[in-house]
């Protein structure tokens, strides 16, 4: 999400198709022609739409078994804060008793636990046995050691 501060849209090509071509040859592979197997107009799409590059990004941690569901509002394109009205968010499936796997809390986004119409604020995240606890009551914060937290509000 952050490549966009820094370079520009067809360098970003560039650079994925340099590191698939270079995977595919270092998994010695079958050499396969990379425009050709991969859509170029869906990644395109996706990264010029910096809303839709979150929802796609969050999407990766939805476990369609999870018991909670963590809402992510995220900034809207154009912006750097977050607005708490609109349509700027998505709701993941996450089981917070096992963890969420590592990359979920991204700077710049807020995230609140929703359960029975009632939300709670999350306040803080940190790593555990690799992966991102989460913690929405602040009950539980003197348990957390401070150099592993990820998020913090």
């Given at each position: ?56 990004y969050f999407k ?94």
């Open positions: 999400m952050e490549l966009f501060d820094f370079f520009d849209i067809e360098f970003i090509f560039r650079l994925a198709n340099s590191i698939l071509e270079n995977w595919f040859n270092y998994a010695q592979n079958i050499h396969l022609n990379i425009n050709e197997q991969f859509v170029w107009e869906k990644l395109k799409e996706i990264l010029g739409d910096r809303e839709k590059l979150y929802r796609e990766r941690y939805n476990n369609l078994r999870g018991k909670d569901t963590v809402r992510v509002r995220y900034p809207q394109n154009g912006q750097n804060w977050v607005e708490w009205v609109g349509n700027n968010y998505i709701d993941i499936k996450v089981d917070l008793e096992k963890g969420v796997d590592l990359g979920f809390c991204r700077m710049g986004c807020f995230y609140t636990l929703v359960r029975d119409d009632k939300k709670k604020i999350l306040k803080v995240a940190y790593k555990k046995h690799y992966k991102e606890v989460l913690v929405f009551d602040p009950e539980y914060l003197d348990e957390i050691q401070k150099n592993n937290i990820l998020w913090l509000y």
